[in-house]
Every structure is written in structure tokens, then in C-alpha cells.
């Protein structure tokens, strides 16, 4: 066990083991040492997406609004007219992206803390003819998930003719929340290397169905770094962030070994432990329980406190978490709990923050309640 110096919804702790595979000496990486471990990536993260036998994966050197960008340019042609879904800031980055990029965008926005509700969002679709829809997954600056899964399944019964584009931003869920891409019939999934992957930030991660495939723009104009062309035919068009990807192999091995049903449920107890630590301390979370993220918790600290300060004194302390967004700027810190962090390193950084709040112990007794709650279960965390 360590204790984090980082409770972030991104970067996020990078292990040992990664930083290790990540000083591995640089190589020709068109040559017989890299290709291999290319290829390796690019099968495991297929599997991870779930993206079905004729889906692709592309990996390039760039953040996770590269991602967005990239996908934009690749996948829509200006004046595409696109359904922008929106939860909260990174919502509203996706549709900001479309807009530079002159897509023709109608906005759906949901009130700040809430998850968008399947019904409407189907409604209007049958009622416009869109060429994309742009979703968001995890909502990062609020700490919504998204159904995903629900929308997706309501959308079967649209013609296929008439039937969208789903592009699914999930920078802050995959791998740590599921999006089984061909089971739920996503056809564009988007990830970042800095969150659930547990690297440094600098790789953008898209997958793709095989229907997603057949939408790809070949000669849409005005690109050329982000043509995601030869990365979706396997090629290497340029230099890529060489030891970042050993790193993301690193990271795809320990994720493997984990199983993905292990690691949702994992992310699951930290965000519930998060949660009860926050109601018991008198900062009560600003998500309903029924729509909270597994990876990032918002939660409001008392009125006349400053966010500001309080994140001061928690860094004085060693630990480090995040701001509140938009709105919530003035209101509210934000928890990260994802990638390599566990219960036992989680409960560890909630008992530096619990210094600054009201009630110390009752927040970590709470907290710890729900882990111990846990550990009586069949397969317990190794701590």
C-alpha cells in the first residue's frame, strides 16, 4: 500500500510497473522491437472496447481533446448537422469542438448534476435528421454517469437509415466503467491515456466499430496530423509517443490480470466510500446516488468555507484534489478515485482531508464501514 499525494479525476497515480515500462530504451519504432508491442496494444485495447471483429483502434500522441478533435474531423463534414448531449463542462467541450469545425449543432443541455434521460434525447432524434450525437459518458466535471446503455437500446427501434452516428466521449470511464461497444451499439468510443489506464497524459485512444468504420470521412479536406486513416489500417504515420505506449502495454497487462469485472466493482466501493465519508462530514455529495460516477465524487463543502482554501489546507497536508467546475467553482471539491488507486489508498488520502472537516472521525468511520461491508463479501480486495 502507498499513501497518494494525488486524489485527481486525471492525471491519476502512475505505478511502479508502468514507470518502469516506460524507461524501456528507445528503438526504431518502425522496427522488430516496437512493432510487436504496437500490435499487442492495439489487440488489447479491441478487446478492452469491445469494438467486434471489424472495428479498429487508434492510438496517436495528443490529449484527450485531441481525441475529440481528431474524431470530429474524421468522422463529420462541415455543415453536418449533429445532437450535442451535454451534462456539465466536457459536454460542453465535445460540442464546442463540433462547432469550431463548422458541424451544424443542435444543443441539448441537462441542468449541472443530472444525467440526461434517454426518453427526450430518442424523441428528438426521430424528429431530426442528424448525422452524429455526441454523448458523454462520464462526466468528469460533475461526476454524472451517463445511460448510455439505456439510449442506445431505445435507438434500436429508429431505421437504420435514419439512425445517427452514437459518439461516446469516455475520457474519464473506460476502462474503470463499462462500454461494451458492440453490445450496446456504440459506434465511436473515445479514452485518454491519464485516467483509468493509470499513464501519463499524451495518448488519445479511439475505437471504432465496424458501422462507426464505414462513416470514416477518407477525403475529408483540411487535416493531416489527425487523419486517422492509416492508425485505423494499422500503419504508423508518424513518430508516436514511444514510451508512452510501453507504458499503456504495461497498463493493458495489470488491467488483464485484474478482469474487468473486479476493476468495476472496485471503482464502484471507492466511489460509495467517497460518498459516505462526504455525507458523514457534513459534505454531502452533489450527485444523486443513482446517477454518481464510480471515478470522480463532487462533493459541496459547508457554506461560508471557500474551495479554494480548503483544497490549500488538504495540499498543506500532502494530498492533492481537485476544484469545482463551472458553477460549482464556489461550491464544491471534486475526488478523483480511479485508475491504480484501491480502498486501502483511497481510505488513506480521505484521512488527510478529514482533518479539515468538521467531523473527522465519523467521515472515516463511515468511509470505513462501507470497505469493511465489502471485505465480508466472497472475494475480498487485497488491501
Not at 500490435?39 to 483502434?57: D, N
Not at 474531423?73 to 462541415?78: E, G, S, T, W
Not at 444525467?115 to 431530426?128: E, T, Y
Not at 488519445?204 to 483540411?222: C, F, M, T, V
Amino acid at each position: 500500500m502507498f499513501t497518494p499525494d494525488i486524489l485527481l479525476p486525471g492525471p491519476t497515480p502512475v505505478p511502479v510497473a508502468i514507470q518502469q515500462a516506460m524507461l524501456t530504451p528507445m528503438s526504431d519504432h518502425r522496427g522488430s522491437a516496437f512493432t510487436p508491442v504496437l500490435e499487442r496494444v492495439r489487440h488489447r485495447l479491441a478487446t478492452l472496447f469491445e469494438v467486434g471483429p471489424s472495428g479498429g483502434i487508434a492510438v496517436l500522441p495528443a490529449s484527450g481533446t485531441g481525441a475529440l478533435e481528431a474524431t470530429v474531423q474524421n468522422f463529420f463534414q462541415k455543415g453536418d448537422a449533429v445532437l450535442s448531449v451535454s451534462t456539465g463542462a466536457f459536454g460542453n467541450r465535445f460540442r464546442d469542438v463540433a462547432q469550431a469545425h463548422g458541424l451544424v449543432v443542435d444543443p441539448y443541455t441537462v441542468p449541472w448534476g443530472q444525467a440526461f434521460d434517454p426518453a427526450p434525447v430518442v424523441s428528438r432524434i426521430r424528429q431530426h435528421q442528424y448525422r452524429g450525437i455526441l454523448l458523454t459518458h462520464n462526466e468528469t466535471s460533475t461526476g454524472v454517469i451517463n445511460p448510455i446503455e439505456r439510449l442506445t437500446a431505445q435507438m434500436v427501434s429508429i431505421p437504420p437509415a435514419y439512425r445517427p452516428l452514437i459518439v461516446v466521449d469516455s475520457i474519464s470511464g473506460v476502462p474503470a466503467i463499462p462500454l461494451p461497444m458492440q453490445t450496446w451499439g456504440v459506434d465511436v468510443a473515445l479514452a485518454a491515456s491519464q485516467k483509468g489506464f493509470m499513464c501519463p497524459p499524451g495518448l488519445a485512444l479511439i475505437a471504432a466499430s465496424g458501422n462507426g468504420l464505414k462513416h470514416l470521412q477518407q477525403d475529408r479536406p483540411h487535416r493531416f496530423y489527425f487523419d486517422l486513416g492509416p492508425y485505423f489500417e494499422d500503419k504508423l504515420p508518424y513518430t508516436p509517443a514511444t514510451s508512452l505506449i510501453y507504458g499503456l502495454d504495461k497498463s493493458l497487462e495489470l488491467l488483464a490480470a485484474e478482469g474487468s469485472a473486479r476493476r468495476y466493482q472496485r471503482h464502484r466501493l471507492l466511489g460509495q466510500m467517497t460518498r459516505s465519508f462526504g455525507h458523514a462530514v457534513g459534505w454531502n455529495p452533489f450527485v444523486e446516488e443513482i446517477v454518481a460516477s464510480p471515478t470522480v465524487t463532487s462533493l459541496g463543502v459547508p457554506a461560508g468555507s471557500s474551495p479554494t482554501r480548503v483544497r490549500a489546507r488538504i495540499a498543506a497536508l500532502g494530498l492533492q484534489v481537485a476544484g469545482g467546475m463551472g458553477p460549482w467553482h464556489d461550491t464544491a471539491i471534486r475526488i478523483g478515485h480511479v485508475g491504480a488507486i484501491t480502498p486501502a489508498t483511497l481510505f488513506a488520502g480521505l484521512s488527510i482531508v478529514a482533518h479539515v472537516t468538521p467531523h473527522p472521525s465519523r467521515g472515516l468511520e463511515a468511509a470505513w464501514q462501507v470497505w469493511h461491508e465489502d471485505l465480508d463479501k466472497e472475494e475480498p480486495y487485497d488491501a
